[in-house]
C-alpha cells in the first residue's frame, strides 16, 4: 500500500526488530479492543502483521466494524497463555478496506488454518464478497518478556534435585 510509518517503540526489553520477528512468527490471534459508547470491546481476531501494519478480517457489518468506523482508535495485545510471559501491546488506527479483504483473507487462512483445504476455509472464503480487512497502522507498541524469571516446573525440580 505504498510507504508505511514503522511503529513507535514505546517500551519493552525488545528492540523494534524482535517485536516485528514476534508479531510475524506468532500465529495466536490477536486481542483486540475497540471503543463503544458506553463500554470498550476485547475480540479475538486472526491476524497478519505486513508493511508495518496488523491486517485482520470481519465481516462489513459486524460490531468490530461498526465499532472501528465510528472510532477508529484501538487497542490489541499478542501473547501467549502459557509461560514463559511474553509478548506485544499496544496502540494504533484502524482504517477499513473492503478492496483488500480478497488478498488478506487468504493469508489469514493459510497462517492459521495451513494450505490443506478444510470446510472452515471454504466457508470463510463463500463469505468474501461481505467481508472487509482491517488495517491497524500507526502502531506504539510495548514489549514485555519474563522468560530469564520464569523457570519451567521441571527445571525448577531439577536444579532443588541437583542442589541435594
Known sequence: MGFETPPTLRSGPWPLADVERFLQQTAIPVRLASNG????????????????????????????????????????????????????RGTGQASLHADEAARILPLLIDRYLG????QLADWLLSRL????????????????????????????????????
Do not use: H
Request: glycine fraction near 4%.
Open 115 to 118: 494450505e490443506t483445504p478444510s
Open 129 to 164: 464478497d461481505v467481508e472487509v480487512a482491517i488495517r491497524i497502522g500507526e502502531l506504539a507498541v510495548t514489549s514485555w518478556d519474563y522468560s530469564a524469571r520464569m523457570t519451567a516446573p521441571a527445571e525448577m525440580t531439577a536444579a532443588a534435585d541437583r542442589r541435594d
Open 37 to 88: 459508547r458506553e463500554f470498550p470491546l476485547v475480540q479475538s481476531q486472526w491476524y497478519l502483521y505486513q508493511d508495518n501494519a496488523l491486517w485482520c478480517c470481519a465481516q462489513a457489518d459486524s460490531v468490530l466494524a461498526q465499532r472501528l468506523r465510528n472510532d477508529p482508535r484501538c487497542a490489541f495485545e499478542v501473547s501467549g497463555d502459557l509461560p514463559p510471559y511474553k509478548g506485544v
